[in-house]
């Protein structure tokens, strides 16, 4: 039984119709405290602000750690992109590419880079970060970045996410799991994500402390 509501102000705006593609949720236009990202006419990621997490693709382990280095100039990241996100507080970047490539570099907070997790590494993110833009996942629809994981899903309609929810009780998950089968629409947060079938059901999975995933209990 559902104990959990949704609040929208527009509630037709939910409705996929038979025109839906995902060129209409792709974002090209990312900003957050630390960073700021955009995707030109030309389909060029370019991005500014901080590089203490390695989240504007540049490699210099000077900067990590390091707040007093600031790029008040935009650095180009990547060619041929048609979508962005990043963490919420800057720890690493994902991108797409009009082929379906996805990409990522930043902290490898958790695996969520796919690469290996070091003993110290979720104290010490700095020891593992991906400097230069790594292909993550090929055949990608759409992705979503949250605080410390990815949701994507795939051309074929397969919906997957890996990494970890904030003060989760567990190692984390650190490589792609599959979620839901027949999706049409995945999107993840800092705390909570969901996936949309293509039968129309709503699923979520996370955090239900404030009732997130919209069912009952603590």
Not at 44 to 60: I, M, P
Not at 106 to 132: A, I, Q, R, S, W
Not at 146 to 164: K, S
């Amino acid at each position: 039984e559902y104990a959990g509501t949704f609040s929208t102000p527009d509630k037709e705006a939910l409705v996929f119709d038979k025109d839906f593609d995902f060129s209409q949720c792709y974002i090209t236009n990312k900003l957050i405290v630390s960073n700021h990202y955009y995707i030109d006419e030309e389909g060029v990621l370019w991005g500014n602000g901080y590089n203490d997490a390695g989240q504007l693709g540049l490699n210099k382990a000077e900067d990590l750690n390091n707040l007093d280095t600031v790029y008040s100039e935009y650095c180009k990241i990547a060619e041929d992109v048609v979508h962005v996100d990043c963490s919420t507080n800057g720890y690493f970047v994902i991108y797409l590419t009009s082929d379906g490539e996805l990409y990522g570099f930043g902290y490898n907070l958790m695996g969520v880079l796919l690469n290996e997790v070091g003993e110290h590494d979720k104290m010490n993110p700095h020891l593992n970060v991906v400097f230069t833009p790594k292909l993550l996942m090929k055949d990608v629809a759409y992705a979503r970045a949250g605080r410390e994981c990815i949701a994507v899903l795939t051309e074929d309609g397969d919906a997957y996410w890996w990494g970890e929810f904030p003060y989760s009780d567990h190692a984390g998950i650190t490589e792609p799991e599959l979620m839901l089968e027949d999706a049409k629409y995945v999107t993840t947060g800092d705390w909570t994500a969901a996936a949309i079938s293509k039968d129309n059901e709503l699923y979520t999975w996370g955090h239900n402390t404030w009732g997130n995933c919209g069912v009952g209990g603590k």
